[in-house]
């Protein structure tokens, strides 16, 4: 089946121009949880505790490109949903609050649960309802959580979703910027500047939107990511699909450290150009900016950035021509 599209547009005019300065300081999220493209400030040194984490189901409409809106469904009214951030040994008190004016019952699998359904078992809330549950953070790692209710496909297209990162005792090593980054398929019928889920679209495997942070252009324009000369960056990057890989690079960058599918404690790969996230997989990635420049983000299965899979990282500072310059 051939079907025609129209986003080279905005996804590749987008490809070469570079950004403002805009986007917020990496680590102001603070407490546990913080909306994209803002991280939770690390754990650090504390021991081990318990924690209280509030989700909210939330079904609200909003835009997914220029000058079309979708009806998300999210947690805490964002697409994706916050990133939470816990250390190995914490007991989690998680609440799971759906809003009164939601039309769906939902639930969420925590991929860092070890029970069943992740939660899910336990924690469907029909709308204007709240369930509690309470686990044990006990790997640490960056993991997927989701939406499992219903029929599971739609809740999870619809977009609900995001990361909780467990560090490990001690914390990660300290880093200079943090980032929290989300890859995620929306399957839509598009008509005056709305766009319809389509079931049928996704049986398909044929997203008309492939998005960082639940729209296009989420990650350019006034939104771009920022870092200086000489910091290094740490990108907790997570892909829901629902079906697509995501081959996650920097265009300009090399990652100096990739922990691989997010596991921490695993393995570390060094010097990473291209990285393999799977559906409902997780990375967290690392490189030193050396100079300064507009570095992109993309999924580069790169047809997949006419569809909107693409970010600016801008990078301010003294330029190095020792590592990189026009010319001889
Ligand atoms: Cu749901």
Same mark, same amino acid.
């Not at 992740?118 to 997927?144: C, D, H, Q, R, S």
């Not at 995501?246 to 291209?274: C, K, M, P, W």
């Given at each position: ?173 300290? /880093? ?81 450290? /990739? ?63 020792? /590592? ?5």
């Amino acid at each position: 089946m051939m079907r025609v599209r129209n986003h080279w547009k905005a996804g590749l005019i987008g490809l070469m121009v570079a950004g403002s300065l805009v986007a917020g300081d990496a680590l102001a999220g603070g407490g546990p949880l913080a909306h994209a493209p803002n991280v939770p400030a690390p754990v650090g040194k504390r021991a081990a505790k318990t924690v209280v984490m509030k989700f909210e189901a939330k079904e609200f409409t909003g835009p997914i490109a220029d000058g079309v809106k979708y009806d998300f469904w999210s947690f805490n009214g964002t697409v994706p949903g916050p990133m939470g951030r816990l250390r190995v040994g914490d007991s989690v008190e998680f609440h799971l609050a759906n809003h009164k004016d939601n039309s769906q019952p939902h639930n969420i699998d925590i991929h860092a649960v070890n029970g069943p359904g992740g939660g899910a078992a336990v924690n469907t809330a029909k709308p204007g309802e709240e369930k509690v549950f309470t686990w044990k953070a006990m790997a640490p790692g960056l993991y997927i959580y989701h939406c499992a209710a219903g029929a599971i496909v739609d809740h999870i297209a619809n977009g609900m979703y995001g990361l909780i990162l467990v560090e490990p005792a001690g914390g990660l090593p300290a /880093v200079d910027r943090e980032y929290y980054v989300f890859e995620s398929e929306f399957f839509a019928d598009v008509k005056d500047g709305k766009a319809e889920f389509s079931l049928q679209n996704g049986l398909e495997e044929h997203p008309e939107y492939v998005v960082f942070n639940g729209s296009q252009g989420a990650l350019m324009g006034d939104k771009v990511l920022k870092a200086k000369v000489g910091e290094t960056v740490r990108i907790f990057f997570g892909n829901i699909g629902p079906n697509g890989i995501s081959s996650f690079h920097i265009i300009g960058e090399i990652f100096d450290r /990739v922990y691989l599918e997010g596991a921490i404690g695993g393995t570390v790969n060094s010097n990473v150009q291209t990285t393999l996230v799977p559906s409902a997989g997780a990375v967290i990635v690392e490189f030193k900016v050396d100079v300064p420049g507009t570095y992109t983000l993309v999924d580069h299965s790169i047809f997949r950035v006419a569809k909107g899979a693409i970010g600016h990282l801008v990078v301010e500072g003294k330029e190095d021509p020792n /590592v990189f310059k026009a010319g001889k």
